[in-house]
Structures are given as structure tokens and as C-alpha cells.
């Protein structure tokens, strides 16, 4: 269970629309493609409106996720889980199976998991210097290539790859922390279908994590990935999966939604953690 709420928070926060960097030089084409983006802003440009467009996306600033994670893909293993999601990285993930409840808080700066322990007690760890890093360079609201101007987001259009049987332009980013990533946009509908970033795992840290991003819908007049897969296989179907019910856009949140709440409190055996 542990593993499975990293990677899916991993995956989550990082769901947004990916964003543009600067101009780069037009990598060679296939012949017979004379529609195809030539640099990395038109990539991108296309992207942005694809997505609902720029000024769609600047009226988010806030956004909540309810929904549930399929493990290895298994109807069976379904657990509820909401999000919470503040501009510019701030995050709150709640995972509830039946009495216990894993909750992942990051505050901008600090992070925070809270488990039930080996004896059942609920525990507090802060996390990890690879997880804050992680954290801490993430746009979650709507990824690094919207509104790329003010990030400071840099791109380079490598070329074009095939994911999952479509065609798809592929992106080396660079954030202003310095950590890269690669993105792949669908060359038909402009939408992000994968993300390469690094493992935050501490055992594996910098290690290769592919996130897919399927069923994008519209809520509010802005385009959200409705499934995201991380670990898929080479044939698609295996790995985690998030897959997002509802949507809200702009709700009003208390900021004490990411702190650190008061130590959880035992009640009639079972471990109880306060909710926002």
C-alpha cells in the first residue's frame, strides 16, 4: 500500500497541462507530413489550445480530484482517494481503505505522510530530500508548458515517437530548478499522453518513471486526463492506475488543508486522522 500512494501522488501532481518552452531548432520530419509543428512553440501552442486554451487555464487556481486508484489495473482493488491541488505546487492526498487513511501533504515547502504504523498507531514522516525536490519543482495545477513564459520553462522538440500505436512529438524540458523531463503530445489531438520524470523512490532516486495520461474530459471549459497509469508495460494494461470521477475547478479552500494537521487520535480501536 505504501508503494501504491507514492506512485499514484507522484503521478497525480504531475497531470498537468505540460507547457512550452522557448523556440527551439525544427528537427528533421517524415516526408509527407507538411502539417506537422515544426519547433517546440508551435507544439506547445497547439497544446495550450487544445487543452481549453491560456486564458482558461490563468483562471485556475484551484482544483480538487475525487475519484479512486485501481491497482495493476484490478477492478477488484479499487480504493477511494481526493486531491487537493493550489497553485503553484501545493498538494494534498488523501487515500482512505477501509478504517486507515494515508494522507500526503505538501505545504510549498515541507512535506508530510501520515500512516498507520507497524502497531497500528498512526506516524508522521516529513519527506524525503528526493520527494521535497520533486515537489518543490512541480507546477500541479496545470504542468510546466502553460503559460511557460513566466516559469521559465525551456523546450526542445526532438523528433516524433510512437506511443501506444499514435503518433506523438516528443519534448525535452527544462525546468528553472534545473530537473528535465520528457513529454510526448499526441499529433492528432495535441494532448499530452506521456510523461517521463524521475523516481522519488529513495531506493531508485532518479530512476526512469513513465506516466500516461488516457479519457481526457471537459470540466469548466478546460480539457483534465480522466486515467493515469504509471509502471505501464510494454503491452499497456499493468502498473497503477488513478483514474479521476469528478472534478472540481476553483472551490474554496481552508489553507489549513496543507498544514500539518494535529497528531491523529485513536477511537474505538481503529486509527482516526482528522479530515481538513
Known amino acids: 500500500m505504501r508503494r501504491l500512494v507514492l506512485t499514484a501522488l507522484c503521478g497525480a501532481v504531475c497531470c498537468g497541462s505540460l507547457g512550452v518552452g522557448a523556440p527551439a531548432a525544427a528537427p528533421k520530419m517524415p516526408n509527407g507530413e507538411g502539417n506537422l ?8 501552442e497547439r497544446n495550450v489550445a487544445a487543452r481549453g486554451g491560456l486564458d482558461s487555464w490563468r483562471k485556475v487556481d484551484t482544483m480538487v480530484w475525487l475519484g479512486h486508484l485501481e491497482k495493476g489495473g484490478r ?22 481503505q477501509q478504517f486507515d487513511q494515508f494522507t500526503r501533504i505538501f505545504d510549498g515547502t515541507h512535506g ?25 519543482a512541480e507546477y500541479v495545477i496545470d504542468g510546466p508548458l502553460i503559460d511557460y513564459q513566466s516559469k521559465g520553462v525551456t523546450a526542445d522538440l526532438d523528433g516524433i515517437d510512437m506511443v501506444e500505436g499514435r503518433k506523438a512529438y516528443r519534448l525535452s524540458l527544462k525546468l528553472p530548478s534545473g530537473a528535465e523531463r520528457k513529454v510526448w503530445i499526441d499529433v492528432k489531438t495535441n494532448l499530452d499522453i506521456r510523461l517521463d ?53 476553483n472551490p474554496k479552500l481552508d489553507d489549513g488543508s496543507f498544514a500539518l494537521p ?15
Do not use: C
Open 75 to 96: 477492478e477488484a482493488q479499487r480504493v477511494p482517494f481526493v486531491m487537493t491541488l493550489k497553485r503553484p505546487n501545493l498538494t494534498r492526498f488523501e487515500l482512505k
Open 197 to 249: 520524470r524521475p523516481a522519488t523512490n529513495p531506493l531508485k532516486p532518479g530512476a526512469p518513471v513513465s506516466v500516461y495520461y488516457r479519457d481526457y474530459a471537459d470540466a469548466d471549459g478546460i480539457q483534465v486526463a480522466r486515467s493515469i497509469l504509471t509502471g505501464v508495460s510494454a503491452g499497456g494494461t499493468a502498473g497503477d492506475k488513478l483514474v479521476i470521477d469528478r472534478v472540481l475547478v
Open 262 to 276: 494535529p497528531a491523529p487520535m485513536r477511537h474505538g480501536g481503529h486509527v482516526r486522522i482528522p479530515a481538513p
Open 37 to 44: 509543428a515544426k519547433t517546440a512553440a508551435e507544439v506547445i
Open 112 to 136: 508530510w505522510k501520515l500512516r498507520p504504523g507497524a502497531d497500528g498507531r498512526p506516524e508522521t514522516k516529513t519527506f524525503s530530500p528526493e520527494e521535497a525536490k520533486f515537489a518543490r
